[in-house]
């Protein structure tokens, strides 16, 4: 079993100034003898930082290495990493890699020094999950909490609970007891890895909507980027200045790619008219992003159009 290391609040180092440095993954995987019964665990580091200073760069990375181990031969790969963009890196490997075998992404929200911190106990969940063959059909999945969740649901929903992720539109597919992986739900009904794959060379920014949010710095930003994501109101809903704004930047070509701010919902085609309604933003060329969220949309789009892929097939 692989284990690999990127950093977090799993691994990192109390200090006076607050917890900062990382342990590496071989301070993380189970002392000798109390690793699961029947895997043995080979650690090694990618990265060594906080989530939040992840950069796509270090996703691509990440991919390759997970890549590699599977290519060795392991049975399965657990990553370990921060929680702050968690569930952006679990589905980037979602788009990069090729599970022929179980990829699991975990982390802790309590760091070693602290009182009851829940690292170990995930790690050990997250290598029975891996271990298991039919896991690989789900793609990369999050194990936190016994819990297991699928790239494209999962997120982050709270700030510093131990029970920090959920997937609000379906649940978990599956726990971990008494050290065996009990799946509840079939895998995602289509995968979201890409038919090609490069490494990230395009810039996506994503733009945000709230109450009177014009579009006056829209096209500035995209005079920056390749491609935009918008955090929409309820099922696809933007302000009409800014309806006007993005449609503006669709017709320059570059993709308005159209997800919600909601953390659960679909996404509407015909209810609404009128100005930065979604039939409005469909009928001008913009995409819809089905279930995704904003950084999980972006993220399919910076990696989809670095490989070539028009945005409309990346998002049909």
Same mark, same amino acid.
């Given at each position: 079993?692989?284990?690999?290391?990127?950093?977090?609040?799993?691994?990192?180092?109390?200090?006076?100034?607050?917890?900062?440095?990382?342990?590496?993954?071989? /301070?993380?995987? %189970?002392?000798?003898?109390?690793? #699961?019964?029947?895997?043995? $665990?080979?650690?090694?580091?990618?990265?060594?930082?906080?989530?939040?200073?992840?950069?796509?760069?270090?996703?691509?990375?990440? &991919?390759?290495?997970?890549?590699?181990?599977?290519?060795?031969?392991? /049975?399965?790969?657990?990553?370990?990493?921060?929680?702050?963009?968690?569930?952006?890196?679990?589905?980037?490997?979602?788009?990069?890699?090729?599970?022929?075998? #179980?990829?699991?992404?975990?982390?802790?929200?309590?760091?070693?020094?602290?009182?009851?911190?829940?690292? !170990?106990?995930?790690?050990?969940?997250?290598?029975?999950?891996? +271990?298991?063959? &039919?896991?690989?059909?789900?793609?990369?999945?999050?194990?936190?909490?016994?819990?297991?969740? $699928?790239?494209?649901?999962? *997120?982050?929903?709270?700030? *510093?609970?131990?029970?920090?992720?959920?997937? #609000? +539109?379906?649940? @978990?597919?599956?726990?971990?007891? =008494? /050290?065996?992986?009990?799946?509840?739900?079939? !895998?995602?009904?289509? @995968? /979201?890895?890409? @038919?090609?794959?490069?490494?990230?060379?395009?810039?996506? &920014?994503?733009? #945000?909507?709230?109450?009177?949010?014009?579009?006056?710095?829209?096209?500035?930003?995209?005079?920056?980027?390749?491609?935009?994501? $918008?955090?929409?109101?309820?099922?696809?809903?933007?302000? %009409?200045?800014?309806? =006007?704004?993005?449609?503006? $930047?669709?017709?320059?070509?570059?993709?308005?790619?159209?997800?919600?701010?909601?953390?659960?919902?679909?996404?509407?085609?015909? *209810?609404?008219?009128?100005?930065?309604?979604?039939?409005?933003?469909?009928?001008?060329?913009?995409?819809?992003?089905?279930?995704? *969220?904003? !950084?999980?949309?972006?993220?399919?789009?910076?990696?989809?159009?670095?490989?070539?892929? @028009?945005?409309?097939?990346?998002?049909?």
């Amino acid at each position: 079993m692989g284990l690999l290391g990127t950093g977090g609040t799993i691994a990192a180092i109390a200090s006076e100034s607050g917890a900062r440095g990382h342990r590496g993954a071989g /301070d993380l995987a %189970p002392a000798d003898g109390a690793a #699961p019964a029947g895997i043995e $665990v080979h650690p090694r580091d990618v990265l060594r930082r906080s989530s939040r200073a992840m950069t796509l760069d270090d996703l691509w990375a990440l &991919a390759e290495a997970v890549r590699a181990e599977i290519a060795a031969g392991r /049975d399965g790969v657990v990553v370990t990493h921060g929680t702050d963009t968690l569930e952006e890196t679990v589905y980037a490997l979602g788009l990069l890699v090729e599970t022929t075998a #179980p990829v699991v992404v975990t982390g802790a929200m309590r760091a070693a020094h602290l009182a009851g911190p829940d690292g !170990p106990a995930n790690v050990r969940a997250a290598l029975v999950a891996a +271990a298991e063959p &039919a896991l690989a059909a789900y793609g990369p999945v999050v194990v936190f909490s016994d819990e297991v969740h $699928v790239a494209r649901l999962v *997120t982050k929903v709270h700030g *510093t609970r131990i029970a920090a992720f959920a997937s #609000p +539109a379906a649940g @978990p597919v599956g726990s971990v007891v =008494e /050290d065996r992986l009990e799946l509840l739900l079939g !895998p995602p009904p289509t @995968p /979201d890895r890409l @038919p090609r794959t490069a490494a990230p060379s395009r810039r996506v &920014a994503i733009v #945000p909507t709230a109450t009177e949010v014009d579009g006056s710095w829209v096209e500035a930003a995209a005079g920056e980027a390749d491609g935009l994501v $918008v955090a929409a109101l309820g099922g696809g809903h933007v302000s %009409p200045a800014l309806g =006007e704004a993005l449609i503006r $930047v669709a017709e320059s070509g570059r993709p308005v790619v159209v997800t919600s701010r909601c953390p659960d919902g679909a996404l509407l085609a015909r *209810t609404y008219g009128g100005a930065g309604s979604e039939i409005e933003l469909r009928k001008a060329g913009l995409l819809f992003a089905g279930g995704l *969220t904003a !950084p999980k949309a972006r993220l399919r789009l910076v990696f989809g159009m670095s490989a070539g892929i @028009p945005a409309d097939q990346l998002f049909p």
